[in-house]
């Protein structure tokens, strides 16, 4: 199993290079998308190299969900406790955008490991933004307690027009996603992938992780929730949060892997069906082969043959054979 890394590599590598390089002064102007729909645009210019304009735009929200200035809740609170005045919140953001920051890369910090750090915390302005108030209600729990919406669902956006569901109590929470794939094969498969998940859980070597449930249907829990939100055409699968899994800095790893949990499994099962494919070209492969083995060799027959030639005779050419037997 293959865990995606939180910060963005891409827009790692652009900061890491920007610091390395400020006396040159280059112009910048990227744009890219990453899973699950996330576009960055970062910009600077010649004559401040120092500063950065860092934009991000979410996925498209669900009905179900509840964004505050477009952002989730928590976010903007969860923005300056991660960066201090490294990055200022510009409002309003640039437009097709929920977010743009600007970074003034002057007042990093001196010491290289704790620079390294903190642009590798910029790279994860993801997380820092759509995991804040995921991070929010896990707190309650390291905590024990009570939180405002003690046994509602709430819906947090992770993929355009998808979201997943959270019921927290005093002692646990529960994540709850609804697995949907356009792909009928992929469907399939993430199916029985999710089924060996739930299965893999019960081995002794994983008792101190979260328990997990798959069902076909929706839980108890999401009695309350839209309708629309409950289309899931590869079942619910249901995490049980406990305040052990998310003590100390469990609780990003925790938060990273919950809110990038629909991408993890559609990472597998893309390289699943991969494999198959591949699997399936060999054994073809390996068929052609043993049917070219088993065809007779024409050619070399041909060759170890006695070469036998007829050459068509004229009636003039018969006449005089003929003749020249008779004299003898």
């Known amino acids: 199993m293959i865990l995606l890394q939180s910060p963005s590599r891409y827009l790692l590598q652009i900061l890491s290079n920007r610091v390395q390089n400020l006396e040159k002064g280059v112009e910048l102007d990227c744009q890219w998308v990453e899973f699950d729909d996330i576009r960055y645009h970062i910009q600077a210019s010649v004559k401040n190299p120092n500063v950065l304009l860092l934009s991000?735009?979410?996925?498209?929200p669900p009905p179900e969900?509840?964004?505050?200035?477009?952002?989730?809740?928590?976010?903007?609170?969860?923005?300056k406790a991660a960066y201090g005045v490294v990055a200022q919140i510009l409002d309003p953001p640039?437009?097709?955008?929920?977010l743009t920051l600007k970074l003034n890369l002057s007042k990093l910090p001196p010491d290289e490991e704790h620079k390294h750090a903190l642009l590798t915390k910029i790279a994860?302005?993801?997380?820092?933004?759509?995991?804040?108030p995921l991070r929010a209600v896990l707190k309650h729990l390291v905590s024990r307690t009570v939180p405002s919406d003690l046994g509602k669902p709430v819906a947090?956006?992770?993929?355009?027009?998808?979201?997943?569901?959270?019921?927290?109590?005093?002692?646990?929470?529960?994540v709850i996603f609804p697995m949907r794939f356009n792909d009928s094969v992929d469907t399939v498969l993430a199916t029985s992938f999710l089924?060996?998940?739930?299965?893999?859980?019960?081995?002794?070597?994983?008792?101190?992780?979260?328990?997990c449930l798959w069902s076909p249907s929706a839980p108890q829990e999401l009695k309350e929730a839209f309708t629309e939100a409950l289309s899931a055409n590869a079942g619910f699968v249901s995490f049980v949060i406990f305040p052990r899994h998310v003590e100390g800095r469990k609780l990003d790893r925790t938060v990273w892997n919950l809110s990038t949990f629909h991408a993890y499994v559609n990472y597998h099962v893309k390289c699943s069906e991969?494999?198959?494919?591949?699997?399936?070209?060999?054994q073809v492969e390996s068929l052609i082969q043993a049917l070219d083995r088993a065809k007779p060799d024409y050619e070399k027959a041909k060759r170890s043959s006695p070469s036998r030639s007829f050459k068509r005779m004229?009636?003039?050419?018969?006449?005089?054979?003929?003749?020249?037997?008779?004299w003898k």
């Open 124 to 132: 994860s302005v993801r997380e820092v933004v759509m995991g804040a």
């Open 156 to 174: 947090l956006v992770h993929r355009p027009n998808e979201s997943f569901f959270l019921v927290p109590q005093v002692d646990k929470v529960t």
């Open 195 to 211: 089924q060996e998940f739930v299965e893999a859980r019960r081995t002794a070597g994983l008792n101190n992780a979260p328990p």
């Open 314 to 326: 004229s009636l003039k050419d018969g006449n005089n054979s003929l003749g020249s037997r008779s």
């Open 94 to 98: 640039r437009d097709g955008f929920n």
């Open 65 to 79: 969900t509840v964004l505050f200035g477009g952002l989730p809740l928590g976010a903007l609170e969860a923005i």
């Open 56 to 60: 991000v735009s979410l996925p498209i």
């Open 274 to 282: 991969c494999f198959m494919h591949t699997r399936m070209r060999r």
